[in-house]
């Protein structure tokens, strides 16, 4: 990779490529259970529900445990104060929720959202363990690349017709889990310092577009162009070989879709105009219209956790959630909810546009992902959201001290 980009990171990486030394037993294990844990967020629940679940737990007391011996650190933030703000609204709004089973569970799940940040921030706390984040991350999808590809082959769809996914993952979520990795390996090919390392990253982005392809899911297809869009911006200055080989890897890619991707997976992902045409977005109008009938009878603490889909019942809309990230937190938290969540997007932002400018580019084509795929999806209790949007205040606190000397 011939460009000041790419040699101004590989100089960083190898700087920091010992920084792992300083780490204590506890802290080695804390990571690896933590690595381990990311790289079966895209695919551990296809081989038992609740895989990743497990080395969760295992993270969570690794770190308590890290944290009673070692104590914390200073990499925190207005970020990690309005996630904790939040949840602990979102849980707080079970005293008034209309349907109490089901605010249960989601206040069980929320807990363990609000956790998740402040285990990511206590054990990645290094370039070089940030790295192996990511890596691991990417290298979860390309295996939940290759499970939906096998199940495409053998012809195990979905519940939606001539879809794919990995089981027990809904397909439009899945498709968002398979988008957030691009960017992630675009970031990876033009910063490791190991040539292999970097040759797999690149090819890890058809790969995994291919997945997406499969899924049939055009929100999911829509975002991954930003991904790609980074991924070219990083080559900006490379040599004229090196472009000639995106190009190719584009061709190919185009032609490997058309060839062999299910035709009634590619007509929709290129129906997302015409959906947008013709006004329902899928039924997301509908969805939408009578979430914020409901949210309007209580604007400012909302319905209360998990409690839209008991409102939502009373105008005949059969959907527990709202399809909207936005949305969800409006319905059921109120003014309050979706204030708290927007001001931690925006203490997000803030990190993120202190920081140099190669770094920027990742982080905002990563940011833009999950801000683009919450406008039509609920993806606010989800493990990957949480995982990208730590990993944005991380890597951001991160390289702002870095600059800063």
Known sequence: MNNSYTSSSHTINKAHSSDLKGYGLIHKLALYSVLIFIFLIPWGDGVWDGLARVFGILSFGLAAWLFVMEGTH???????????????????????????????????????????????????DKRKSMLMAYQSYVLGNVVASFIILYNYLNGIQSPYYNRYTVQNIETDIMSIILALSIPMAAYLATTLDKKWKRIFNV???????????????RTGSIVAIIGVLYWLFTHRKASFKIKASIVTVFILSIITVASYAPEASVDRVFSAGKSIKSGNLNYRTVIWKAT?????????????????????????????????????????????????YLLLLVSILYLILHTPLP?????????????VSQLTLHLQIQKETWFALSMLAIHAIYSRKRSNG
């Open 203 to 217: 090819f890890a982005i058809p790969i995994i577009i291919f997945a997406i392809f499969l899924t049939g899911t």
């Open 74 to 124: 200073r990499n925190y933030s207005y970020f990690h104060f309005f996630v904790i703000g939040l949840w602990s609204w979102v849980i707080f709004s079970i005293a008034w929720t209309p349907d109490l089973e089901e605010g249960k569970v989601v206040a069980g799940r929320a807990l363990q959202i609000m956790l998740l940040p402040l285990l990511f921030t206590l054990v990645l």
């Open 359 to 371: 770094e920027k580019a990742f982080l905002l084509s990563l940011f833009m992902v999950i801000i």
């Open 292 to 340: 914020l009938s409901e949210w309007q009878q209580s604007p400012i603490i909302g319905v209360g956790i998990g409690g839209l889909g008991h409102v939502l019942n009373k105008q005949h809309v059969q959907f527990k959630a709202s399809h909207n990230t936005y949305m969800q937190f409006l319905a059921e938290n109120g003014i309050i909810g979706l204030t708290l």
